[in-house]
């Protein structure tokens, strides 16, 4: 099985056609990959900046586990 690319616009919420993959705003979430509190991209193909799926689910899991421990990111 291969795992699948998703861009910025993918994965955070400001889209109407699409459902993100998690709910905050674009300056959130580029405000996250520059402080580093979010993956890097994995890849570039031309102009694209992508990430795995695989990344982006494993921070997701990240933060649930790290919000139920009390630790704020």
């Given amino acids: 099985m291969t795992d ?4 910025a616009r993918d994965i955070y919420s ?3 056609d699409r459902v993100p993959l998690i709910s ?5 979430f580029f405000d996250l990959v ?5 993956p890097p991209p ?3 193909i031309g102009g694209a900046v992508l990430w795995r799926l695989s ?4 921070w997701i899991t990240a933060q649930c586990a790290d919000a139920g421990s009390g630790v704020a990111k």
Wanted: glycine share 12%.
């Fill in 4 to 7: 699948a690319l998703v861009r």
């Fill in 14 to 16: 400001g889209d109407a």
């Fill in 24 to 28: 905050i705003g674009k300056t959130k």
């Fill in 34 to 38: 520059k402080r580093g509190a979010f």
């Fill in 42 to 44: 994995d890849c570039r």
């Fill in 55 to 58: 990344t982006v689910q494993t």
